[in-house]
Each structure stands twice: as C-alpha cells, then as structure tokens.
C-alpha cells in the first residue's frame, strides 16, 4: 500500500486509535504507527490515508462499501464486522458510532485548540454565527457547518480541525437526556454558553426544569479553568449560580448587570442598533456597535459573543469589527430581495419562541405582511396549544395575511382567528390553512400582491424551502 504525502492528523495512529476504541486491529503490524489524514463516514468522500468508519443506517450500510473504500486509498477502516480475507488494516469494533465518538475525543485532547460549545433551546446556529464572527477578528476559528450538531455530525466536525486551528465554536444539540453528556466528552470545551431554556423536545424532556437538567449537563466535561456563560434574562438558567466554585458570566438585556445592553434601536429588516457594557465599577466599559442583521433577538447573540471574546482576550475594537461583519445564512432569518417580494427565509426550523421572534422581525417591515407556517415539531403533549398561542401573536401583531400548510398549524391558524374575533381592530384580514405545502404553493398567486415582506418557517421536516424557490420565481 502507497502512503498519501497529505498532511496527517496529529496523534491519530492506527495504535492510538485501536486502543482509544477499545477495538481489535486486524492486518499488518506494520501499519499500527502510521497516521491517519483524515476521517470519514461517507464513502463518495474517501481519499488516500483516510479513515472509513462503516456505519449501518436506515438506508444503507457502510460496511457494503469498505472494499470501495480500500481501493480508493483509506488507509484503514472501522468495522463492526471481521472481514475475512481482507488484506487492508481495519479495526473491528463492537459499535462504529461508539468509534466514531472515541475517536473524535481522542483527536480532540491531541490538539491544542480552545473550544466554545453552544446549546440551548432557541439560537443556538445564530448565536453559533455571531460567535464566530467575532472571534475571528483574533484566531484562526473553524466553527460547526450545517446542522452538524449532533452524536454524529459534532465528531465530524472534531475531525476537521487541523493544528493551525486555534479556536473551535461547536454548536450542541440534544432531544434526550445523557447525550450532552456524551457530547460534552467530546467537545471538552473551554467556554459553555447556553442561549436560553425553552419549550423544545418536550416529548423526551417532558418540561422546562427537564430541558435545564439535560442542557447544564454540558458542564461534565468542560474544562474545570473554564468560562461558563449564560443568558441572564432566562428564569431557569439564572438558577445557576456556580460552576466548578466559579460564577457564570450573564448577559442579558432585562437587567443591567454582567454583561448587557441598553437604547436598543430596532431599525426594522435593516438591522439593530445598542450600546453593550461590561465590566464592574473601575474596570466598567461600554461601547456602541450596529448590528447589520434583523430582529431583537440579535441582541443577545452579540452580548454571548461579547462575554466569548472577552473571555479569549479580544480587544474592544476587535468585537465591535467582528459585530459589522455579521450575515445571515440560508434558512435562518437570511433576507432575500425577488423581482416582486421581500422574503425573510426562516425555514429551517421552528418552535413556539422562535416562531414569535420572527413574527417580531417581520412586525417590522414595511408594507403588507403575510406569514407562510408551517408544523412545529417535538412539542409533546401540549403542541396544539402551542400552535394556538403561535396564532394569537402573530394576530396581534401588524401581519395582514396568514397563510398555514399541515395539521399542526391549522391550530396557528385557530388562534389566530379566534384573536381577530375578539379584537375587530386587528390588521389581520386573510387566513387560509392547507392540507400540504403544494397546495398553498398552488395559491400564492392569487393571493400574493406586488412589494409584500413574507415571512417563511416551519420545522426542518416540513421541507419549506421548496416554497423559498416557488417565491423566487413568481
């Protein structure tokens, strides 16, 4: 077998690895100090001195494809299976997605990288964003890509750090109990920040006192030296008061201590203006920053990324530069400009406080306003109230035109109707609730007008960016 001349993941021999997996290498002892370049669990994505880690999914199984993999170049393979007549070095393994996360910690302690991990109920990819945004300004930063946020995409991004890399913002997901404990392990991070304790994944975490429980677990395996920071606004997570004999760091908006922000100036889809302070007494500082992206709710993912950059020693005017390069990104509150609409595509998920808080940026537009719903999923027991509730805000706000697609969100449609009968003076005049998402994309025409704001966001299930693209080419 040729070597690849590609640069090598430090600390990851085939030795190393057999041993952190607790896994039986098979082939040839020759290969046992050799490095791997890289780690993979799609087999379209080999190449030359990687790492295959054969999967079995619901649609497919890795372990069809490790011969492919062998003859594209990986230099070795995790397999649950003994493979009889293999001639390539591999590692069998009880559980290749318990590999997968050893291996991932194990790549993790090698490197010299500071990590930020990011959980919480709502805003977890935005703040994500911010974060990293800001810390840029200072350090090489890779940061978590997609919804890789999870017991198989968080290792994966683990893995694409090299050794340039000084800073890694992990975005942490979770529907159950112990699998941030499980992440945590991994990720090991440096800095903690969780954004808020909301009414996500009810089903598994039953409510919000489960949801704290499940998302401080976070603290396990983080570095005991480290930063723990936490929205101050959030009745649960003020109950926090100690982590490792040290007091989080709280931003917040409600109350001016820690980290916060005041003369907020909402200037509609064009973004938010503050002024942030931090510090206490002498050491008390405060500055003015415009934050290019819409919605209020903005105003506390900068604040998490203030307390992170002051955390890593970045300079005042570093945070303020990281702040005004900020963007959006597809499916999250990312504005986009057709030949006859403005569209605030919010699609890739949804749950009852960020449906609010995006109801709130389109309050802002000007114009007619209509909402495109969706189903929100993962409710538990309560989601036909919770979409009711839904539907009496938005009614109260100035949306002109409703329009839900799915069972679910025929109860935003409810509540909203139940509003307007109760309060004659709403500004909301048209409801129409369907069946499928074709069959409103059917009726847009009819009811869409020249210039309107349109706001689109369901759960990531729901598939809603078909109707993204449906409204670009109207």
């Known amino acids: 077998m040729e070597m690849s ?73 995790i397999s649950e299976k003994e493979l009889p007549g293999e001639e390539y070095p591999y590692i069998q393994v009880d559980s290749s997605l318990k590999a997968l996360k050893d291996l991932a910690r194990l790549y993790r302690m090698q490197l010299n990288v500071k990590v930020v991990g990011i959980t919480g109920s709502v805003g977890k990819t935005s703040t994500k964003e911010t974060v990293a945004a800001i810390l840029s300004q200072k ?93 101050g606004d959030d009745d649960k997570l003020r109950t926090v008061t100690e982590v490792y004999g040290k007091k989080p760091v709280f931003f917040g908006i409600e109350t001016a201590s820690g980290i916060f922000a005041d003369n907020i100036r909402n200037l509609g889809l064009a973004g938010v203006d503050c002024s942030v302070h931090c510090g206490e007494g002498q050491n008390e500082q405060h500055f003015d920053v415009h934050i290019p992206v819409a919605g209020k709710h903005m105003v506390y993912n900068v604040l998490a990324g203030v307390a992170a950059g002051l955390a890593l020693g970045l300079s005042q005017e570093q945070i303020k530069e990281g702040v005004s390069r900020l963007g959006t990104i597809a499916g999250r509150n990312n504005l986009i400009k057709t030949e006859h609409y403005l569209v605030l595509d919010d699609c890739y998920n949804a749950n009852p406080v960020s449906m609010r808080a995006a109801v709130d940026i389109l309050d802002t537009a000007e114009g007619r306003k209509v909402c495109i719903l969706g189903d929100m999923f993962e409710l538990g027991e309560d989601e036909e109230k919770l979409h009711y509730e839904v539907g009496e805000y938005l009614a109260g706000k100035s949306v002109n035109v409703l329009l839900t697609a799915g069972s679910l969100s025929r109860h935003i449609a409810r509540g909203a109707k139940m509003y307007i009968q109760e309060h004659p003076d709403a500004v909301l005049h048209t409801i129409c609730s369907y069946d499928t998402k074709e069959e409103l994309m059917d009726n847009l025409p009819g009811i869409l007008q020249e210039g309107d704001s349109i706001l689109v966001k369901a759960s990531h299930g729901m598939q809603f960016p078909v109707i993204i693209e449906k409204l670009k080419n109207l």
């Not at 999967?55 to 199984?61: E, L, M, N, V």
């Open 5 to 77: 001349m590609s640069r090598t993941m430090k600390g990851m021999t085939l030795r190393a690895m057999s041993e952190a997996c607790g896994g039986v290498y098979r082939g040839d002892p020759s290969f046992l100090d050799e490095s791997i370049t890289s780690v993979t669990t799609d087999s379209r994505k080999v190449e030359p001195g990687c790492l295959f880690i054969a999967i079995k999914g619901a649609r497919s199984d890795g372990h069809d494809y490790i011969g492919a993999c062998f003859r594209e170049g990986a230099l070795c393979c």
């Open 139 to 231: 350090y090489r930063v890779l940061k978590t890509e997609g919804n890789y946020n999870n017991e198989i995409g968080l290792p994966l991004t683990v893995f694409r750090l090299n050794e340039e890399d000084e800073v890694a913002v992990l975005e942490m997901g979770i529907s159950d109990f112990g699998e941030m404990s499980r992440l945590t392990m991994i990720a090991q991070p440096d800095i903690c920040i969780i954004t808020n304790i909301g009414c996500c994944h009810l089903e598994n975490l039953h409510s919000r006192d489960g949801i704290l429980k499940a998302k401080t677990e976070i603290f396990e395996s983080m570095n005991p030296e480290g930063t723990v920071i936490l929205n």
